[in-house]
């Protein structure tokens, strides 16, 4: 069982950044590919961006590929996503979610996802 949680939310306008935090429980946190998803209102949760259990392997959607990254320190059991360059239309709640998988396997289809957070909401402001 892994428990997460979101943080570093808020409301920025275009052009600036915000870098989310996700706090994951347990003592095998390295064991689980992770991945970040956003779900604006009217539309379906869509990926966003994905890490290896080791952090190695990474994959991004084309829409943020060169404008966010997708780390992880496994220390500290906590994965992040850096958002730069930010546009009204990645405004949305994004959620961390995690699986098991091997330590190199990066995992982008969000019905194979098992555990996930409550969510923190992202503004961007034109």
């Known amino acids: 069982q892994v428990q997460l949680v979101e943080s570093g939310g808020g409301l920025v306008q275009a052009g600036g950044s915000l870098r989310l935090s996700c706090a994951a429980s347990g003592r095998t946190f390295s064991s689980y590919a992770m991945g970040w998803f956003r779900q604006a209102p009217g539309k379906e949760r869509e990926f966003v961006a994905a890490?290896?259990?080791?952090?190695?392997?990474?994959y991004y959607r084309d829409s943020v590929k060169g404008r966010f990254t997708i780390s992880r320190d496994n220390a500290k059991n906590t994965l992040y996503l850096q958002m730069n360059s930010l546009k009204p239309e990645d405004t949305a709640v994004y959620y961390c979610?995690?699986?098991?998988?091997?330590?190199?396997?990066?995992?982008?289809?969000?019905?194979?996802?098992?555990?996930w957070g409550q969510g923190t909401q992202v503004t961007v402001s034109s």
């Open positions: 890490s290896s259990g080791s952090g190695g392997n990474t």
């Open positions: 979610a995690a699986v098991q998988r091997g330590f190199g396997i990066v995992e982008v289809r969000t019905s194979e996802y098992d555990y």
